[in-house]
């Protein structure tokens, strides 16, 4: 004689349901968190970008104005025109 066949349990279709609706529930909320994380990161990578151009800019204006900076002009109340020195070509331009 054979052993006794094992008995099957039945499980109920309302158990079946919500397991599987629960399962789709998670793999649909696993793809909506994975893509909301990718953007905030592909955005704060744009913005670490565009912060850098930034600053380059910045420096770009200083060293700029570093060298377009006019040496300073002597103004005409403390100018000696009695001093031999006295460079009067400058003294107009100053004048400009």
Do not use: C
Not at 80 to 87: G, K, V
């Amino acid at each position: 004689m054979s052993p006794p066949a094992a008995a099957v349990r039945q499980v109920s279709s309302f158990y079946l349901i919500s397991r599987y609706s629960v399962l789709g529930f998670g793999i649909v909320y696993g793809l909506y968190h994975s893509r909301t994380l990718k953007a905030k990161a592909e955005y704060k990578k744009a913005m670490e970008k565009y912060d850098e151009k930034l600053h380059l800019i910045e420096q770009a204006k200083l060293a700029w104005a570093k060298k377009e900076a006019k040496p300073e002009s002597v103004s005409s109340g403390s100018v000696n025109f009695e001093d031999p020195n006295f460079d009067a070509e400058a003294w107009f331009k100053t004048l400009a």
